[in-house]
């Protein structure tokens, strides 16, 4: 089946520094990318939509600045958080549309545990 | 804007059933999925519905009322596996493309011996 590969999956960084998380469809083309964070005890919230080839659609109070995402190819879409803080502290996930491979849902990765000290 | 309700947490016993339930508020709806993710994993698909009626997928059973704005997810006998949150999740049309999804912020479900 349709496979997201996300690395890396626990992450420790410094306050300030910059972190970026990588998915990658193993065998499909993911045109569409879904970026969510969850805190603990609450709810995925979409942070922004990736498409191949063009800007990311960002959410609601998401800071395009801060997050920044590339979708440079139809395997690989990564997300870097910039001068991360503490309060960026989360469980980020990606997902892919599986529209156009025979299916309606969506696969994810297995997520990355990102802690700002 | 979109508006996902469904319980905290809810227990239950070891080979019991237990009915989830899930209400929503959405424009554009296009279609209702479940999730189950064990504490620090994502979330592994169940079922989805985008028609009114009951899906069944073994020990798992997912139920939509489009005109109610009501899902439930029913699981039968019920294994110390099964113990997780349970998140409902709509999608919504926007215009073409592939659509996120909007999460309701899950069901923890425990169950006991």
């Known amino acids: 089946g349709a496979v997201v590969s996300q690395h890396p999956s626990r992450v420790i960084c410094k306050s300030g520094t910059s972190v970026k998380i990588e998915c990658r469809s193993l065998?499909?083309?993911?045109?569409?990318m879904f970026w969510y964070r969850q805190f603990p005890k609450q709810s995925l919230m979409l942070m922004a939509t990736s498409n191949e080839g063009s800007k990311a659609t960002y959410e609601q109070g998401v800071e395009k600045d801060k997050f920044l995402i590339n979708h440079a190819s139809l395997t690989l879409s990564t997300l870097t958080v910039t001068s991360a803080h503490p309060e960026d502290s989360s469980f980020y996930i990606c997902?892919?549309?599986?529209?156009?491979?025979?299916?309606?849902?969506?696969?994810f990765g297995s997520g990355t545990r990102l802690t700002v000290v | 804007g979109q508006n996902i309700d469904q319980p905290t947490e809810m227990t239950a016993t070891e080979g019991a059933i237990v009915q989830i339930n899930c209400t929503y508020q959405t424009s554009g709806f296009n279609g209702l999925f479940w999730y189950q993710q064990h504490a620090g994993e994502a979330p592994t698909f169940l079922s989805y519905n985008v028609l009114d009626g009951l899906e069944e997928k073994g020990r798992f059973s997912s139920f939509l009322s489009r005109s109610k704005g009501y899902s439930y997810l029913l699981l039968k006998e019920l294994q110390m596996k099964d113990s997780a949150s349970y998140l409902c999740?709509?999608?919504?049309?926007?215009?073409?493309?592939?659509?996120?999804?909007?999460f309701g912020k899950g069901t923890h479900l425990i169950i006991q011996p």
């Open positions: 999740a709509v999608r919504s049309i926007a215009g073409g493309g592939a659509d996120g999804l909007t």
């Open positions: 065998d499909f083309q993911a045109t569409t």
């Open positions: 997902s892919a549309s599986l529209l156009g491979q025979g299916a309606h849902g969506y696969t």
